[in-house]
């Protein structure tokens, strides 16, 4: 691989929400970059020689320098292009983004994905721990356009998942997890995230194609998740 | 609360190993601070005041305004006093390091601690997964004497718990997860990491008292882990 160069590569695959994460921060930033597909069910050596420790996407390829993971990718564009910053500056406010944007992964995304991949008792302790999530994020969200305020930024991003692909699990699940009546600052929050200039442009896979895939997924995965929600620490 | 001061207060649990973290953390930047134990099995107010989210230590109290979760208060203590840096200068080193620490934290810290939580094939599976882990890290450390290069940093003080707590619940839970002999970087790691005079002269709770505190925990919470190991995403 090239190491003295400046290019931007990301290595993604088409329905992942993780990837779809970092489309939109380089797009907010105004970077260029060449979009490599993978098919991570079939992986090539790429993704074995850029991501040796867990071979999954996405993977951002600055300078020849690969990296992975969304959380730590985001961070990495935020402090590499500096403009249109996606985390605050004060370290306080910086801080708190990073609380809700773990939190939405750790209580929603991985509840809302073991509800669209399991069947009773998991399933339906998946959806409970879901709505509870919502429902924090819906307090914190409360009179702001976005998550940090008026502007589009880190949390919004992490959690844009849930503006078109939530609503895909639910219903290959059958699962009720967003009550637009319930979470009035979300159902707005989801018009604002969407109609923003940069969001709107950007790719999003259709929504057959995900319903497809996903119908696939749930039937593959069901089964196969145990009832973490009852895990315990300390 | 207090809104204008510029103090500092750590609300903390003895044998956390989290709020050890942000001790060590404290300690290497020189800031002074109140301590105060929250008995985390008979929560006051003062935890669901300053952390209603999760109500878990740690929580950093500066200026009266309170951060919960050792990742992130780590982070703002960064960010907040820039001398001593944990993380690196440059992004793609920190991307690095956050990539370590967010690796040894859901591959190591958390399958151990099923470890030590758990019987039978939970059990089996969980110490199959910390030696793999291990492994990992192992690698990475290899011919550094600490995972930053030649300074402590952030990925030392999230692993560190290995340093001193690995051992105890290896022992609680009779398992075997840190073998020196097939792990001399990590050996030779944990002798730098105990010898710096920072970490040689903070606090750590006594081996005694952990063991009778572990296999309290283990005995409470043995049987309500879930084989998380068969886990899939994507």
Redesign the interface.
């Known amino acids: 691989m090239e190491n003295k160069d400046s290019t931007v590569k990301l290595v993604g695959?088409w329905v992942?929400p993780y990837v779809q994460r970092v489309r939109w921060a380089l797009k907010l930033k105004g970077v260029e970059y060449e979009y490599i597909e993978e098919d991570?069910f079939n992986r090539s050596h790429l993704l074995s020689e850029l991501n040796p420790?867990h071979q999954?996407v996405p993977i951002l390829v600055?300078s020849g320098?690969p990296?992975?993971?969304s959380?730590?990718?985001l961070?990495?564009i935020d402090?590499?292009w500096k403009h249109n910053p996606l985390l605050p500056q004060d370290?306080?406010e910086?801080?708190?983004a990073?609380?809700w944007a773990?939190?939405a992964e750790e209580k929603l995304f991985d509840a809302a994905?073991i509800g669209l991949c399991s069947e009773d008792d998991e399933h339906e302790g998946a959806v409970k721990s879901s709505i509870e999530a919502l429902e924090?994020i819906e307090e914190n969200l409360k009179g702001k356009n976005f998550f940090g305020g008026d502007r589009i930024g880190y949390v919004d991003i992490i959690i844009g998942w849930i503006s078109y692909m939530l609503p895909i699990w639910e219903e290959v699940a059958s699962m009720k997890i967003y009550d637009p009546m319930k979470f009035p600052a979300i159902t707005s929050w989801i018009s604002n995230f969407r109609k923003h200039p940069v969001i709107k442009e950007e790719y999003l896979p259709s929504k057959d194609e995900m319903i497809v895939y996903f119908q696939w997924?749930r039937k593959v995965?069901k089964g196969?998740?145990?009832?973490?929600f009852?895990?315990?620490?300390?």
């Open positions: 695959f992942s991570i420790v999954k600055h320098k990296l992975p993971e959380f730590i990718i961070e990495y402090e590499t370290p306080h910086r801080a708190t990073r609380f773990k939190f994905w924090k997924r995965l196969t998740f145990p009832p973490v009852s895990m315990k620490k300390n």
